[in-house]
């Protein structure tokens, strides 16, 4: 084979590289190690819109032009954990437990502890008293025996 074609074939392997997450920096870089022994060093390319910090995991490493000085590193990637999920579903979720699943028939699921940490909810219905569970929509405040009715919470 000639050199060119070498050097081809080589820069096609390299376009993409698995690694292994290391560490993670202050400034948001972390580190990790190919399957070829190569140490790289760099933010994490996410998509518009989202952001993680894993704590472990595998590394999808893209070469451009199958050249290590062009490199950029993709989210980490977690192939444990994390609920059940039918074909067409999407899903969020942490090591811990906590997810937040978009079902594929407009269904969105959510398990953890929820905290508002401030703004307005406002729903496409009223809220309906049905007496149990912790949100039962119960029809007159606890504390001050106010009518509690509506689709908005304001102030959360």
């Known amino acids: 084979m000639n050199d060119g074609i070498k050097q081809l074939a080589a820069r096609i392997r390299n376009l993409f590289s698995l690694g292994e997450f290391q560490k993670r920096y202050g400034d948001g870089t972390i580190q990790v190690q ?16 989202f952001k993680a910090k894993a704590k472990k995991g595998k590394v999808m490493v893209l070469c ?20 059940e999920l039918e074909e067409g579903d999407a899903a969020l979720y942490t090591e811990s437990g906590g997810w937040i699943v978009c079902r594929a028939d407009g269904q969105v699921e959510l398990n953890g502890e929820v905290k508002a940490a401030g703004g307005s909810f406002e729903c496409a219905g009223t809220a309906s008293p049905t007496g149990q569970g912790c949100l039962c929509a119960k029809p007159f405040c606890s504390w001050d025996g106010s009518p509690q009715s509506g689709s908005k919470a304001e102030e959360t």
């Open 64 to 83: 451009q032009g199958g050249n290590f000085d062009g490199v950029e590193v993709l989210p980490v990637l977690d192939y444990e954990g994390g609920p």
């Open 34 to 49: 190919t399957v070829f022994g190569r140490v790289v060093e760099k933010k994490e390319a996410f998509p518009y819109g």
